[in-house]
């Protein structure tokens, strides 16, 4: 299945969509797309089957967003826990991915039309060469769509994305890029794979699961967590609307907790090796792009 589908909902949907659209709607919303296996056994099919139909509702979900009007969506692909699954599931979940980032490339006029710009977020080094080009050359093609962001944690952890986030930082205090005094939470943010994106507002785990597994950790401190009990190959629109209801009913309290935050200032030293990191990472893509 495509990554780009035309819209799916219903008028019943389309008319709650309208009613919500009087309200606040989330910029940014990260889904933890949980419980594929869980649905594999429940109907009978294999592991893989479960995580295709899994990446199915990605697709569809990425759509309902699109029509909500949220910009951006960060979605839990594959951990880099993930890597300790057994080595069929791990290969056919890479074989699943490249092969979706392949049909990316293939579709390229109609992603470049609905202008979304694609991001992977993560540990590429992990990842096998084929996939690791595949994706630079998803974001180098993209890298200039501003209609909406799809970000795709894909060998990722957040603790491994603070970790290299602080080497990128130790290296800039060791060749002088930065002082002591530039190191702060803002460019401790700004240094995370999601570099300038907004926090997510709303963060969705489906499966019943009730934590983070190490997602976004540091981008959703104050997000609203949704969890539905609801197997992600069988999330629907109406999961989708309901969580965005309940977000929109806490708004007002997490306006209040976000307005009273310290945001200290980014220095001139350290915005300028952020431009840095963002270049060095645009020559690493085209390098790999060009393998
Ligand atoms: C969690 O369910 C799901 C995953 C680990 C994989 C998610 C991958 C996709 C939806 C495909 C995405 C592909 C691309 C290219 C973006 P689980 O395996 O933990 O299931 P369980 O909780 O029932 O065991
Ligand atoms: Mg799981």
Redesign the pocket.
């Given at each position: 299945m495509s990554w780009i589908r035309d819209s799916s909902l219903t008028w019943a949907q389309l008319f709650c969509v309208r009613v919500l659209k009087c309200g606040v709607i989330p910029k940014h919303v990260a889904f933890i797309?949980?419980?594929?296996?869980?649905?594999a056994k429940q109907t009978n099919v294999k592991?893989l089957d479960?995580?295709s139909k899994?990446?199915d509702?990605?697709a569809e979900t990425l759509q309902w967003c699109l029509d909500l009007g949220v910009s951006e969506v960060t979605?839990?692909?594959?951990?880099i826990e993930?890597f300790k699954r057994s080595k069929d599931e791990v290969d056919d979940?890479l074989r699943?991915?490249t092969q979706?980032?392949q049909r990316l490339l293939d579709e390229k006029d109609k992603l470049m039309e609905n202008g979304v710009r694609i991001r992977v977020i993560g540990n590429i080094s992990l990842l096998p060469p084929d996939l690791t080009k595949l994706i630079a050359e998803v974001e180098l093609l993209t890298k200039y769509n501003n209609k909406a962001i799809l970000n795709?944690a894909?060998a990722y952890t957040a603790r491994d994305e603070m970790a290299e986030a602080m080497k990128q930082m130790v290296e800039g205090h060791r060749s002088s890029d930065l002082d002591l005094s530039d190191i702060n939470v803002q460019l401790l943010s700004k240094s995370l794979y999601t570099m300038d994106s907004p926090y997510p507002d709303l963060c969705i785990r489906t499966?019943g699961?009730k934590r983070l597994s190490d997602f976004l950790l540091l981008q959703t401190a104050y997000s609203y967590l949704y969890f539905t009990d609801v197997?992600?190959p069988n999330f629907t629109a109406w999961h989708l609307l309901a969580a965005v209801f309940h977000f929109q009913r806490a708004y007002p309290t997490l306006l209040k907790v976000r307005s009273s935050l310290p945001k200290p200032p980014l220095s001139d030293k350290a915005a300028k090796f952020l431009e840095n990191v963002e270049e060095k990472h645009w020559k690493k893509a085209a390098i790999a792009a060009s393998s």
């Open positions: 797309m949980d419980g594929n296996r869980r649905y592991k479960g995580h899994g990446f509702k990605l979605v839990y692909a594959f951990s993930n979940l699943l991915a979706k980032f795709v894909f499966s699961e197997l992600w």
